[in-house]
Each structure stands twice: as C-alpha cells, then as structure tokens.
Nanobody, 126 residues
Framework: QVQLVESGGGLVQAGGSLRLSCAASGRTFSRYAMGWFRQAPGKEREFVAAISYSGGSTNYADSVKGRFTISRDNAKNTMYLQMNSLKPEDTAVYYC???????????????????WGQGTQVTVSS
C-alpha cells in the first residue's frame, strides 16, 4: 500500500518562503514520477509541479514557474517543494501525489495520479 505524508505547511507573510516535504512508502520510490497539486477553498484541485522518477526532468504550472522548485531525494524516499516569493493567491491545501503507472515524465493531470497524501495547509498573508 502506497502511503504519502506531507509536512512543512504553515502561515507565512507574502514574499516569504516555505519548503514542503512528502515522505513516501509502500513501493520503490525511485521508479515513479511524482507531483504536487493544490486546492484553494471553492476551487478545483490544480497542478503545481511534477518531477520524473530520476529527478532529471521537471515541469511547473505557469503560476509558480520561477518561484517554486520541485526536487526529490530517492535515497530518502522523499519529494520536496521549495516555495519562494509566496503570494496570497498561493494559499491552499497542498497535496503530493503518485501515479500507479510508470511515466517517463511527471504527468500534469489530476486523473493521472492514483495515490494522494492527506494535504498540508499553506496560508500566505498579505
């Protein structure tokens, strides 16, 4: 059973930084792409960033490009999301996700992912 556990969320002022972590267990972490999504109140869950199984390829939503960095440490079975220059519109619950299938690149669509963490709240005050 794949389990994903996020941590690192919190309250930060606009312009600040946070680093989210996602600890994975239940299968060989290094064989699978991973992704981050977020969901703000009253909105649909949206793609934030994804990373290939090796960490060599990444992609980002336009809204976070240049501010967020996704990475992974396969030796620690952990994925990260470094968030800099945070804006109030980044406020949301952030989820890490993993697909059942083995993709070369991290997929960007919600329905490509089968396993989800419980989410961690990020609140950016103005």
């Amino acid at each position: 059973q794949v389990q994903l556990v996020e941590s690192g969320g919190g309250l930060v002022q606009a312009g600040g930084s946070l680093r989210l972590s996602c600890a994975a267990s239940g299968r060989t972490f290094s064989r699978y792409a991973m992704g981050w999504f977020r969901q703000a109140p009253g909105k649909e869950r949206e793609f934030v960033a994804a990373i290939s199984y090796s960490g060599g390829s990444t992609n980002y939503a336009d809204s976070v490009k240049g501010r967020f960095t996704i990475s992974r440490d396969n030796a620690k079975n952990t994925m990260y999301l470094q968030m800099n220059s945070l804006k109030p519109e980044d406020t949301a619950v952030y989820y890490c996700a993993a697909p059942r299938a083995r993709y070369g690149l991290g997929p960007t669509r919600t329905y490509d992912y089968d396993y989800w963490g419980q989410g961690t709240q990020v609140t950016v005050s103005s």
